[in-house]
């Protein structure tokens, strides 16, 4: 397909263990955004990648949060000693980037349980 | 912030009515704006998009509304349909005239009455 897809699509784990949710944009998109949603909520912004450029890691809520994009194309976001506030449906999204179009395209998202 | 909460705003409307939806944004240097739709259980879906140097851009059965002067910003869709019932999100970005990161609103969930 050529959408953006994320993986897994849901995950339970225990509280205190760390995971590890990956998202593979749509091929040529150098920009890519994680966000959280929590039940009934918005979107909260956590991370943007675009192209070569340092990430914006203004939204990731505490340390334990970490992202990496690898080569331009795959991202993975860690999180560690998962705490049960951070269930959530966690979505990625990606765009052509500067000078190619902003319309950001969304996966399915992973919806996580921490219990 | 504000927070809304658990319960987003909600809009309820007839079949075959107009909806309005409307959207406060926070930063006077964003240069674009995005509506979404989000059926349950699904990531948002692209709308429509309008850039800051517009005050009106029409689609099919939508159009958006910006004013710089409040940083207000409206989705209006026509005849609205029961597949029209979802959560619809404004998201701003573009900081500066560069692509930023986009910023999202809290939402309006929109249902349609048969």
């Known amino acids: 397909g050529a959408g953006v897809s994320q993986s897994p699509s849901n995950k339970v784990t225990e509280k205190g263990k760390d995971v590890e949710l990956r998202c593979d944009p749509i091929?040529?998109?150098?920009?890519l955004y994680w966000y959280r949603q929590s039940l009934g909520q918005g979107l909260e912004f956590l991370i943007y990648?675009?192209?070569?450029?340092?990430?914006?890691k203004s939204g990731l809520p505490s340390d334990r949060f970490s992202a990496e994009r690898t080569g331009g194309s795959v991202s993975t976001l860690t999180i560690q000693r998962t705490q049960q506030e951070d269930s959530a449906v966690y979505l990625c999204?990606?765009?052509?980037?500067?000078?190619?179009?902003?319309?950001?395209?969304f996966g399915q998202g992973t919806r996580l349980t921490v219990v | 912030g504000e927070s809304v909460g658990l319960h987003l705003p909600t809009l309820s409307v007839q079949e075959g009515d107009n909806s309005i939806i409307n959207c406060a944004y926070s930063?006077?240097?964003?240069?674009?704006f995005i509506w979404y739709k989000q059926e349950s259980g699904k990531g948002p879906q692209f709308i429509i998009d309008?850039?800051?140097?517009?005050d009106k851009r029409q689609g099919q059965r939508v159009t958006v509304l910006l004013n710089k002067t409040v940083k207000h910003l409206s989705l209006q869709i026509a005849a609205t349909q029961p597949g029209d019932s979802a959560v619809y999100f404004c998201?701003?970005?573009?900081?500066?005239?560069?692509?930023?990161?986009?910023?999202f609103g809290k939402g309006t969930k929109l249902s349609v009455k048969p």
């Open positions: 999204a990606s765009s052509p980037g500067v000078g190619g179009g902003f319309e950001a395209f």
């Open positions: 091929s040529g998109h150098t920009a």
């Open positions: 990648f675009q192209g070569n450029s340092a990430p914006d």
């Open positions: 930063n006077s240097a964003s240069d674009y």
């Open positions: 309008i850039r800051s140097n517009m």
């Open positions: 998201a701003e970005g573009g900081y500066g005239g560069s692509q930023g990161n986009l910023i």
